[in-house]
């Protein structure tokens, strides 16, 4: 079990969000995490992230419960969080955000080498190396941030709704991105509103509702329970 997640309660100030939530992964598995907005996905990915302390619960990666580390800790045993909105650095330019994915590792030899590599796997975000990130479309920011994470080496990558708010084409695109990383043996927690896209995408899935998981099972039956209207998700 690469990513193994038991009963986890989570409070957002004085709001329970989390109620006893638990999920796993397999190595190179590719995990849906679909829900309504507020159901709490966000906050599922910020707590494995140790974002947000939960004051009871396991997290364990590879076998070791990390679940009491903070987030740059974490980071360093193998997890890396693409965040909602993206979040990266706008003053800085696109090289610049992919080193910073990096700046806990030890290995910094070959860094250059690694930066040349995501613009390879990212070729839109070679003519911008230099540009201030601010400036990017939304479909290149969502790859520079995943390219960011991508520097850190993860075990197990998350990403929070990379799909939200971008034009139609960068959502394909971020979609192909992430069936390539796949492919390629990539273990990925997805959490997102573009229920097709991730169903598509997905080995499992789980459904989130109100703080609590409420479906575990394959894409094809998640599929037919919300062409049902049994699951709560659009």
């Known amino acids: 079990m690469m990513l193994e997640v038991a009963g986890l309660t989570t409070r957002r100030g004085r709001l329970q969000v989390l109620h006893g939530c638990g999920l796993h992964l397999q190595g190179s ?14 906050t599922m990915l910020g707590t494995i992230m140790g974002l947000f302390g939960s004051p009871t619960g396991q997290v364990c990666l590879d076998g070791s419960d990390i679940a009491r580390l903070p987030a740059y800790r974490r980071v360093s045993r193998g997890v890396a969080l693409v965040p909602e909105r993206r979040q990266i650095f706008g003053s800085l330019t696109a090289e610049e955000n992919l080193a910073l994915g990096a700046y806990h590792r ?7 080498q690694e930066i040349e590599g995501m ?33 850190a080496k993860p075990q197990v990558l998350l990403l929070d709704e990379p799909s939200l708010g971008l034009a139609p084409r960068a959502v394909q695109d971020v979609f192909e991105t992430l069936h390539r990383l796949k492919g390629e043996g990539m273990t990925i927690l997805l959490a997102e509103q573009n229920t097709p896209g991730a169903l598509e995408l997905a ?14 099972g394959t894409p094809g039956e998640a599929g037919h329970l919300l062409a049902e209207g049994y699951l709560g998700v659009g």
């Open 29 to 42: 598995e590719v995990v849906a995490l679909l829900g309504p907005n507020g159901a709490g996905k966000s």
């Open 106 to 112: 030890h290995d910094r030899k070959g860094l250059q």
């Open 119 to 151: 613009f390879e796997i990212f070729p839109g975000l070679k003519k911008h190396r230099r540009r201030a990130a601010r400036w990017l479309s939304g479909g290149e920011q969502q790859m520079l941030a995943i390219g960011r994470a991508l520097m």
């Open 203 to 216: 080995d499992r899935v789980y459904v989130l509702q109100s703080g609590k998981m409420t479906f575990e």
